[in-house]
């Protein structure tokens, strides 16, 4: 990128509430049901039909605020944002505009060893829109009404980024804590999370910032990161030969790699914002805000902390372990069973680390119980299994779900710690390979290497390799 240029992004972040319920009617919130089977006169906006606010959501919202340090507003208001499109049967989402449930608050995260924060403008409560299906083939387009009243949280950050790494660090920290907070699952692919994009550019030193363009359907994190770079790269360009940036909205393509322009902005929209007439405002009293944050979990940015004052973990280490919820259950699992946190956090790095990366999964899925692994590290630590043979065992419980006790017992992979036995295999290994001694005996350090190798090999890696070593001398220097 021209580093004459400073690129500046603000992100608009939409994300589904995991409730029983919709936001204003009792229609079941969920994903994937078959077309037009969750919905009523409220969700439908049928004339007469008078919507009811479902505290789970509210409840919500305001843990999300509370996560993320902002101002809980005393009394919050629904607004009716009014708009037609097919796929929205009343012609109005209800949403929050003048007094959203959470004001200000920050998003922290670390980038490169840096500690940084985005702020953020508000956290509001609105509901989702239905979803209209495009038939192609015969030429007909159809609407899905499930996902109408969908209850939501929108986050909207202040335009505090200024790289795409900062951009995913802060959505990276905004799932991760809202999944820990338990508000929602935060599944980009099944778009329970949901990030437009808003960018300018300006000249390094430029008090004014540029005119900024908006970006949409962005379905990964890396396809975040990708459209930031696209866009201002072409802002640049743009600027470069001496035009001007028009306000338009874009639709990514992942496919192609590029944005295409969706509409121009410059008419500027109105919703015509007004207080919903048959919703009343909320009042968050101080004793239910009390009750709301003493149910708060840990957050992950507390525990990443936490972890490297109490259990001496690297900031990387304690990173890796927190940046993924599935990943942190699993640690603090594994440390009821076994009080040994540093061990632990090894073995996750290393070996359930490189699982996770060997499937292909979008969101890991750990395929061994933390008893399992558990039981494997201790048998390491009793000198009972090889390194290389528990990373085996790991491979086949992975798959097959078995006892690591059992599937070590069954393919003969425990540990031979019977000086007795080991002696036997040195002693044919020796008798083999009378060249080798003859090398020993002249000098040469590598025969004993290969005597290892060897003894290992014939014990199918079981024989301890410390009392392999310490036989392999006695017997040589007999000879
Ligand atoms: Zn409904």
């Known amino acids: 990128m021209n580093t004459n240029y400073e690129i500046t992004v603000g992100l608009e972040i939409h994300v589904e509430l995991k409730t029983e319920t919709k936001a204003f009617c009792r229609c079941k919130n969920q994903f994937g049901a078959s077309i037009n089977t969750n919905t009523c006169p409220v969700c439908m906006g049928l004339p007469g039909a008078i919507p009811t606010v479902n505290k789970k959501c509210v409840e919500y919202a305001i843990r999300s605020g509370l996560a993320f340090d902002s101002e809980i507003n005393e009394i919050s208001v629904f607004e009716r944002k009014n708009y037609f499109y097919p796929d929205l049967s009343k012609a109005y989402q209800i949403s929050q505009l003048k007094k959203p449930f959470c004001v200000g608050g920050k998003v922290r995260y670390k980038l490169n060893g840096e500690e940084k924060f985005t702020r953020l403008d508000n956290i509001h409560m609105e509901e989702d829109a239905g979803k209209s299906v495009h038939d192609a083939k015969n030429n007909k387009s159809y609407v899905d009404f499930n996902r109408c009243g969908v209850p939501l949280i929108e986050i909207v950050t202040m335009p505090d980024i200024h790289s795409s790494e900062e951009a995913v660090a802060t959505l990276n920290s905004i799932k991760e804590t809202l999944v820990a907070i338990g508000v929602s699952d935060c599944k980009m692919q099944e ?104 149910s708060m979990p840990e957050l992950p940015f507390d525990r990443k902390n936490r972890y490297m004052r109490d259990f001496n973990l690297t900031e990387n280490e304690a990173e890796t372990i927190t940046s993924n919820i599935v990943v942190t259950q699993f640690f603090e699992e594994c440390l009821k069973l076994k009080n040994e946190p540093k061990v632990l956090c090894n073995w996750i790095l290393t070996d359930i680390m490189r699982k996770l990366k060997e499937s292909l999964e979008d969101e890991p899925k750990i395929q061994i119980s933390a008893k399992n692994l558990v039981d494997l590290i201790n048998m390491f630590q009793n000198k009972e299994i090889s390194i290389n043979n528990a990373r085996e065992v790991l491979d086949i419980v992975w798959e097959s779900g078995e006892s690591v006790v059992e599937v070590a017992e069954k393919n003969g992979m425990k540990q031979d710690n019977n000086e007795d036995s080991v002696k036997q295999i040195v002693l044919q290994v020796i008798e083999q390979n009378p060249q080798a001694v003859a090398d020993f005996k002249g000098g040469n350090e590598r025969a004993k290497t290969f005597f290892v190798g060897q003894v290992m090999k014939l014990s199918r890696g079981k024989a301890n390799p410390q009392i392999v070593g310490k036989i392999l001398d006695e017997e040589l220097n007999k000879k």
């Open 191 to 294: 778009g329970s999370l949901r990030c437009d994009v808003n960018l300018s550019v300006r000249k390094v030193g430029d008090p004014v910032l540029g005119t900024r363009t908006e970006m949409k359907n962005l379905n990964s994190f890396k396809a975040v990161a990708r459209a930031i770079e696209y866009e201002a790269n072409r802002q640049i360009s743009v600027l470069e030969n001496g035009e001007k940036i028009r306000q338009i909205t874009l639709k990514w393509d992942d496919d192609k790699g590029e944005n295409e322009e969706l509409r121009s902005k410059e008419a500027g929209n109105d919703y015509r914002y007004f207080p919903d007439p048959d919703l009343l405002p909320v009042r968050i009293t101080p004793e239910y805000l009390e009750k709301i944050k003493n």
